[in-house]
């Protein structure tokens, strides 16, 4: 097995003083802060020297697990990173955060993300994604208003918008068309924020971002299913993977790359939308077995068919043209697919290793229940 070179969750570190960086005094707002892309995008802007406030859910059990390691105890001197309790459906909320918090950039990165789960809470989806866009808009929008103060927007918009493509490779001109309530709603939030720049003039900017993904990825997402199961077998708590359609093409890209695209888009005088993605695309069943390889198993032996996971309308094929972001700003991918999957199964093997470590110590450990996607 080869080595990756990339760590998911680097140990917990004091941040450098922010004198001297670029980003010294300025103040970042992110909804959606302790998801996949709301880690690494703290971790980026903290590092260029930034004053980070994150909104939070409150939760019966803890969920920050992918940001304790950048985050400082409130009484530790030095911390750049502030945690907030707040919620995309809670509007007043999110007026008073932006009020207190007086941000220069605001990153709406929070949603119920996942596709086929949108099918089984299609309102719910739409209160945090389309619903929850335009409170916060109108938070920044009256807060500009009042204070005079310049706040620059970021969207996170997806290729899932594009739906049954009508184009391929996508860019930032082809017409969408949706098939999940989720990209409905993603839907609304992108013309929320083009009608709110060309309403009222303000920076808001959507990132069309293609999947990309992570050791840190949510555990019901296809390519984090897989190479989870794939530790699991290799050190033998599990035999089979059960997945749904192993055709759909998608573009994947490492979140690592793509956190730094959105606050590039962010630094440029005009706001403006872009196609955030590889420009190559390939089956989840070649995503298997690319996996399942590098772990020296057989994708054939261990991935089994289950109709459950197949949803009422497919998105059959992603594929990005990301020529704008690097003709406009210089941004092109630095993962491939194969050192995405690469960096995935070693981080997965190491939990497997750890989990069958305690289990083995007589350790009682949860099967993921009720995570089935
Ligand atoms: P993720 O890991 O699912 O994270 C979603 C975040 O949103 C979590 O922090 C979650 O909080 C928060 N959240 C959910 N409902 C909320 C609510 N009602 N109020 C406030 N926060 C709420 O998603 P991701 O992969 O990081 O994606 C980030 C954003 O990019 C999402 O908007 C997603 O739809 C979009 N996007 C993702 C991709 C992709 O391939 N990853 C591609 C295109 C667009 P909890 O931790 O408490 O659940
Ligand atoms: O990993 P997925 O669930 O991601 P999907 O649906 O493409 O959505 C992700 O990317 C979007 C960007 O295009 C984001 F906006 C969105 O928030 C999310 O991050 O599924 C990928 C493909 C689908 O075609 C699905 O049908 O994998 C297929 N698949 C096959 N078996 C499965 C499974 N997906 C999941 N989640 N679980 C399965 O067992």
New binding site residues.
């Given amino acids: 097995m080869k080595k990756s070179a990339a760590k998911s969750s680097p140990a917990k570190a004091k941040p450098a003083a922010a004198k001297n960086l670029p980003g010294k005094g300025r103040k970042a707002l992110i909804?959606?802060?302790?998801?996949?892309?709301?880690?690494y995008l703290a971790e980026f802007l903290i590092a260029k020297g930034y004053d980070v406030h994150g909104?939070?859910?409150r939760?019966s059990s803890f969920?920050t697990g992918?940001i304790d390691h950048i985050y400082l105890d409130p009484h530790v001197k030095g911390g750049r990173l502030k945690l907030h309790y707040?919620?995309?459906?809670d509007a007043n909320n999110l007026a008073k955060l932006v009020r207190e918090t007086q941000p220069d950039e605001v990153y709406?990165?929070?949603?119920?993300?996942?596709v086929r789960v949108s099918f089984d809470m299609p309102v719910?989806t739409a209160?945090?994604?389309a619903m929850?866009a335009l409170k916060l808009l109108e938070a920044v929008r009256v807060f500009q208003a009042e204070s005079g103060k310049q706040v620059r927007y970021y969207q996170?918009?997806?290729?899932?918008q594009y739906g049954k493509v009508l184009e391929v490779p996508q860019t930032e001109k082809t017409p969408f068309y949706p098939r999940s309530p989720?990209a409905c709603a993603?839907l609304m939030a992108h013309w929320a924020t083009v009608n709110y720049r060309e309403s009222y003039g303000m920076h808001a900017s959507c990132?069309?971002?293609?999947?990309?993904?992570s050791p840190?990825?949510?555990e019901t997402?296809v390519t984090r299913k897989i190479t989870r199961a794939v530790g699991r077998i290799k050190v033998g708590l599990q035999d089979k993977v059960f997945l749904g359609n192993l055709d759909s093409k998608r573009d994947w890209g490492f979140?690592g790359d793509y956190v730094k695209m959105m606050w590039m888009m962010l630094q440029q005088e005009k706001p403006d939308d872009y196609v955030v993605a590889t420009g190559r695309t390939i089956t989840v069943r070649e995503f298997a077995q690319m996996a399942f390889d590098y772990a020296g198993l057989s994708w054939k032996k261990h991935v089994a068919f289950d109709p459950r996971y197949l949803r009422p309308a497919e998105v059959d094929l992603l594929l990005g043209d990301p020529a704008k972001a690097k003709r406009k700003l210089g941004w092109k991918p630095e993962t491939s697919v194969e050192q995405l999957a690469a960096m995935m199964v070693e981080h997965d093997l190491e939990l497997a290793r750890r989990e069958k470590t305690l289990r083995d110590a007589g350790h009682s450990m949860p099967d993921f229940a009720g995570h089935d996607q």
């Fill in positions: 909804t959606g802060i302790t998801g996949q892309d709301g880690s909104i939070i859910r939760s969920n992918r707040g919620d995309l459906c709406n990165l929070g949603a119920q993300s996942h719910y209160e945090t994604v929850g996170a918009s997806s290729s899932e989720y993603k990132g069309i971002l293609f999947n990309h993904e840190r990825r949510g997402f979140a």
